[in-house]
């Protein structure tokens, strides 16, 4: 068991499987799947400031999603550090564009020269975190939810709205990596 799980799981098993959650969570307890949401609870629940926006019952609401973040935490946790970690490969066309880019260290699950403590305290590292997650944050605010929640749930549901949010998601990502990435490096 421990083999089965300490490896990535092919797409054809990992793909369905995450479908099926998602009409799980509605016919036993009519509940959305998503992520982002789970920052709007945790500020009701630990800063009620007054803000009208985070005055309403998380704890009706956004129990079972905290749930669900603590779920993913631990998980995370028990893959990888107890179970050794699970790497990710990148393709060699991908390898080879980002040594044409500059990227020489490729070891580890991220490049350390992207995303290393030394990178952050740069002025650029600053810029593309800081950055990246007003965007990020603004993004699914403004779109109503996340990656994860648009393209599994909102797009499985047949929901107008994620179909056009998931289209945004994969133009700023080719936009990203085509156009802004090569300027950053």
């Known amino acids: 068991m421990i083999e089965i799980l300490s ?8 793909g369905p499987l995450m479908g099926l959650f ?7 307890g009519n509940k959305s799947f998503g992520i982002s949401s789970n920052l709007i609870h945790i500020c009701a629940a630990v800063a009620p400031c007054g803000i009208d926006f985070f ?7 956004g129990l079972w999603n905290l749930c669900f973040l603590a779920g993913i935490m631990i998980g995370g946790f ?5 179970l050794g970690g699970v790497g990710a490969d990148l393709s060699p066309q991908t390898q080879t564009v980002l040594k044409e880019l500059g990227v020489r260290d490729l070891s580890g699950l991220v490049p350390g020269e992207l995303f290393g403590w030394s990178n952050l305290l740069t002025i650029k590292g600053l810029i593309v975190a800081i950055g ?12 109503g939810g996340c990656t994860s929640g648009h393209a599994i749930f909102g797009l499985s549901s047949g929901q107008l709205p994620s179909l056009i949010a998931v289209m945004g998601f994969f133009c700023g990502g080719l936009i990203a990596t085509f156009f802004i990435l090569p300027v950053l490096l």
Do not use: E, Q, S
């Open 7 to 14: 490896r990535p799981w092919p797409w054809y098993i990992a």
């Open 22 to 28: 998602v009409p799980l969570l509605l016919l036993l």
């Open 55 to 61: 005055r309403y019952d998380w704890k009706k609401v």
């Open 78 to 82: 028990i893959g990888g550090w107890l």
């Open 132 to 143: 990246g997650g007003f965007l990020v944050g603004f993004g699914t605010a403004y779109a």
